[in-house]
């Protein structure tokens, strides 16, 4: 089930699995959690919290594969809050993100996390890209964001390292480390009674009329040759660029595929540390998903490059040239991979070009920063999007979930989903507890 831009997430055909009888019944006297979430990133733990919050008292786990929370999207991300201007106004995505700035300063000031307001920069530095901006700048007012427009002048006077047309300047754009304030999340979890545990890959789902069961191996169990299997009344699956993999696990018959972008970034030559006082972003291509290549001040005083946006052939696999073949295996057999592969031909090819030189990724960047030269540009962590990709070789940009009696799947989460993350665990909640 799809939710558009303007529709609370509900379903108006629930999406049943069958019942596995051949599966063994649950243990007599077995314990029954009230909920599982798996999935160690904000969006996971956001929805844990906001569960706890619900039904206090409550008996929650969180499942992460990984030795500790935020290990994948949610910490290779830029770290920005963002404000929402790029979002048909009205439209659920812009009044989450709204939302979700707001409650990502409050839960920062509330337990001693800092971030930045900062500000934002939208340049333009062609004709074409002015008609863009404009346009955008009304989107913004639409959105009832504090904006201004800024001439060639004033855009000088406010950032003399950086040349354009004209740019609008956003207020409502922060940094923060996101990766932070998940592991509070996970603290805050725990000290209400939640608990988190780590460093477990769920094996195996089966629902059941009155549970659903999930299989668990840790490190010191596969050594043994065991399992791990525990039950819960409701579960929720916050799987990330896992999602599709999870879903089938679990027996939905889905018909969307996960294909990774590798987001591949630069940092700045510390001497350019000062180069720019606020986040400085290029006017976005409508024909494409992401925002182009955009210097970003950090949180620990650095700025970054990036990211380009160019094929993963490894889900998970961080550094450069990293190959995985089962998830190579996945996508090529995949039809919807193939006609979006076409569809982004050019553009596909571009990207990967500007990754092997580095020159064409920083004509990218000298468009609005002409200063900046290849020597100043280190190596960087990158980060690895999930992008779910249909049949038909679409790029769904909305909110995706499959739910069942006992199971909702996030199936997709749409950028800025770690602004978000609160607001969008409420809509979670809502529909679990709908079930419950």
């Known amino acids: 089930m799809t939710m558009m831009d303007d529709q609370v997430p509900r379903s108006d055909e629930p999406y049943y699995v069958d019942v596995d009888e051949d599966y063994p019944p649950m243990d007599a006297g077995m314990h029954v959690h009230d909920f599982v979430v798996i999935g160690g990133g904000i ?52 009044k989450l993100c709204k939302a979700g700035a707001q409650w990502t300063r409050y839960f920062c000031d509330s337990h001693g996390i800092p971030y930045r307001d900062t500000g934002k920069l939208i340049v333009a530095t062609d004709d074409a890209e002015l008609v863009r901006m404009n346009a955008l700048y009304d989107r913004a007012l639409a959105n009832e964001l504090d904006v201004e ?68 191996n840790t490190r010191e169990l596969a050594a043994r040759g065991e399992r791990d299997r525990i039950y819960t009344r409701q579960l929720v699956v916050c799987g990330g660029i896992q999602a599709d993999r999870l879903a089938r696990m679990a027996g939905l018959d889905v018909d969307f595929h996960m294909v990774p972008f590798r987001g591949e970034y630069y940092r700045l030559d510390p001497k350019h540390n000062q180069i720019i006082n606020t986040l400085v972003y290029p006017v976005p291509d409508p024909d494409l998903p992401f925002l182009g290549v955009h210097l970003t001040v950090m949180m620990d005083g650095g700025v970054t490059v990036g990211p380009n946006a160019v094929m993963g052939f490894s889900r998970e696999g961080y550094p450069k040239f990293s190959l995985n073949v089962r998830d190579v295996a996945d996508f090529a057999r995949f039809p919807g991979f193939w006609k979006v592969a076409r569809k982004q031909l050019k553009t596909g ?20 920063c002409p200063s900046l030269t290849a020597a100043d540009l280190l190596p960087e962590k990158c980060g690895i999007r999930a992008q779910a990709v249909k049949k038909d070789g679409s790029m769904i940009e909305d909110f995706l979930f499959y739910d069942t009696a006992r199971m909702l799947h996030v199936c997709n989460a749409p950028s800025p989903a770690a602004t978000s993350a609160m607001p969008i665990a409420a809509l979670i909640t809502e529909k679990v507890l709908a079930h419950h």
């Open 349 to 368: 090819l571009i990207e990967q070009k500007n990754s092997i030189y580095k020159r064409g990724y920083l004509e990218m960047v000298r468009k609005y």
């Open 149 to 216: 427009l800024l001439g060639p002048a004033e855009l000088w006077r406010r950032e003399p390292n950086i040349a354009g047309l004209g740019a609008i300047y956003l207020r409502g754009t922060g940094i923060v480390d996101y990766a932070q304030i998940c592991r509070k999340m996970a603290e805050v979890i725990q000290e209400h009674g939640g608990s988190i545990r780590l460093g477990c890959e769920v094996t195996g789902i089966h629902e059941s009329l009155s549970e659903v069961s999930i299989d668990l």
């Open 43 to 94: 969006i996971g733990l956001a929805t844990a919290m906001k569960l706890l919050m619900e039904q206090p008292g409550a008996d929650v786990v969180v499942l992460e594969k990984e030795p500790d929370v935020a290990m994948h999207q949610t910490g290779h991300n830029s770290g920005v809050i963002h404000a929402g201007i790029y979002y048909r106004p009205g439209s659920l995505k812009a």
